[in-house]
């Protein structure tokens, strides 16, 4: 299993640009979760999903857009890049049933390094 | 929600015993422990987690307060790759994120 993986590794983006950061996930989980981490910092929450079709909030989503249509894959994308989303972006999965989450594991991807100019 | 307090950093030496301690004096009776860590230039894994009693895996070992409040993540034999950044995160039985802190960053040295 490849697990959890994400592309591109690296991005340099201008100001105002899009773009799509990739996540796909082989071990079959109902949720996945995309978090960012700035320099020193923990990672906050951007976007959820817990199952295709179905996405939420969390609690950093201004600036970026999520769709889920199958299992595997959940991209996040970047409308008019600002300096602010410059940021190590992580894609998460975990295999949950339904709301319980006290002793869930989430899986974490490598991440994408983003650099907004 | 519950919040966690560790220290910014601490140092080992290689092949030595790491205590890793994380405070938690607000947790709720259902709140489960959680440690991960990140290696550099990696996402974070997931150590381990407990609810009441001690626990024991292949990574580590996770000692419990008996109320609670702390709790302690032990390295048996701290290898070069240990070196990372460990996060101690409560879980509700609701919700989606993990909180991660800031950690604590370990260093360790031949």
């Known amino acids: 299993n490849a697990g959890v993986t994400q592309t591109p590794k690296f991005r340099i983006l201008k100001i105002g640009q899009s773009m799509t950061l990739q996540c796909t996930q082989d071990?079959?989980?109902?949720?996945m979760y995309w978090y960012r981490q700035d320099p020193g910092m923990g990672l906050k929450l951007i976007y959820y999903?817990?199952?295709?079709?179905?996405?939420d909030k969390g609690e950093v989503p201004n600036g970026y857009n999520v769709s889920r249509s199958t299992t595997e894959d959940f991209p996040l994308r970047l409308e008019l890049a600002a300096p602010s989303q410059t940021s190590v972006y992580f894609c998460?999965?975990?295999?949950?049933?339904?709301?319980?989450?006290?002793?869930?594991?989430?899986?974490f991807g490598p991440g994408t390094r983003l650099l907004v100019l | 929600d519950a919040k966690t307090t560790q220290p910014n950093s601490m140092e080992s030496n290689e092949e030595e015993p790491v205590h890793l301690p994380c405070n938690h004096s607000?947790?709720?009776?259902?709140?489960?422990i959680h440690w991960y860590r990140q290696l550099p230039s990696q996402g974070p894994e997931y150590v381990i987690h407990g609810l009441t009693s001690n626990v024991n895996n292949r990574m580590a070992s996770l000692a419990i307060a008996e109320d609670r409040k702390s709790s302690t993540l032990i390295l048996h034999r701290a290898t070069l790759r240990d070196a990372a950044v460990y996060y101690c995160?409560?879980?509700?039985?609701?919700?989606?994120?993990?909180?991660f802190g800031k950690g604590t960053s370990l260093l360790v040295t031949p």
């Open positions: 607000t947790i709720s009776g259902t709140d489960y």
């Open positions: 998460a999965s975990s295999s949950r049933q339904g709301a319980i989450s006290y002793q869930e594991t989430q899986y």
């Open positions: 995160i409560l879980r509700e039985n609701l919700g989606y994120a993990l909180n």
């Open positions: 071990m079959n989980h109902n949720y």
């Open positions: 999903s817990v199952g295709a079709g179905i996405t």
